[in-house]
Every structure is written in C-alpha cells, then in structure tokens.
C-alpha cells in the first residue's frame, strides 16, 4: 500500500469541505430534484453551518458504508423511505 503524503489538518479539512459539497451537487444532478429544493440546497450550503453539518454527515454516511460514503448515503437514503421520507430522520 503507498503512504499518503503528509497533509496538515487545515489541507484534509479544506479536503474534506470539497469532497462534501462535490457529493452533494452530485446528487443534486440526479432525476426528481425540483427547481425549489436546488435553491433551498444552494442557500444552505452558502450558510455559515453548511460545512459543519456536510462533515458530519458525509462521516455518518462513511460509517453507515463501512468507509464507503456512497455506499452509508444509499442506506441513508434506504432508511428514510422505509421511514416516510424526510420526516423520519429529521424529526418531521
């Protein structure tokens, strides 16, 4: 396995911000995305939490998959259906 170069906390962090919002506006592309849940998604993620709240839930997403992001947002995404939707996980 090769090694990694050695990074600072502040690259993995500014990193792990891109990836982030790089996975969101992926799924953002996908089929069934209204013109009013885009905008709702670009407001937020120009908020001040936006990069707090995609870490942590990209790092919930890496456990659910078992280090696999796109695999943990498939059970997420699994997991809301089963339970109704949005509202099932965001307490609605």
Do not use: H, I
């Amino acid at each position: 396995m090769a090694q990694l170069p050695n990074k600072s906390a502040e690259s993995r962090r500014v990193e792990a911000k891109n990836d982030a919002q790089t996975a969101c506006m992926d799924m953002m592309q996908g089929a069934g995305v209204t013109e009013e849940g885009k905008k709702a998604m670009e407001e937020f993620m120009r908020s001040p939490k936006a990069s707090q709240a995609m870490n942590n839930m990209m790092e919930m997403a890496r456990r659910m998959g078992n280090g696999d992001p796109m695999l943990g947002m498939t059970k997420m995404m699994e997991m809301m259906g089963s339970q109704g939707g949005m509202g099932g996980m965001m307490g609605g």
